[in-house]
C-alpha cells in the first residue's frame, strides 16, 4: 500500500513545496528537516552512496 503524496498534492494545487536533498544518509538530517517546514526530502541514489537498505531504514512518518 502506498500512501498518497502530500507533496504532489501541492503541486498540483499550484502551491509551492520546500524540498532539499541528501547526498550522504545522515538519519538526523530527516528530522531536523522536518522541523523547518520542508514538504519532502530527494533521496540521491544515482550520484551517491546511498543504498537500497538505507532507503529502508529512513524513519517513516517523522513529524515535527
Known amino acids: 500500500f502506498m500512501r ?3 507533496t ?3 503541486l498540483r ?3 509551492t ?3 532539499t536533498a541528501m547526498g550522504y544518509f545522515i538519519p538526523p ?3 531536523h528537516a ?3 517546514g520542508f514538504d ?3 533521496l540521491d541514489q544515482e550520484h551517491t552512496h546511498i543504498t537500497t537498505t538505507d532507503t529502508h ?3 517513516g512518518g517523522q513529524r515535527s
Open 17 to 19: 513545496v520546500r524540498m
Open 4 to 6: 498518497s503524496s502530500k
Open 34 to 36: 522536518a522541523q523547518h
Open 29 to 31: 538530517f530527516i528530522r
Open 57 to 59: 531504514n529512513v524513519p
Open 13 to 15: 494545487a499550484g502551491k
Open 40 to 42: 519532502c526530502i530527494w
Open 8 to 10: 504532489l498534492a501541492k
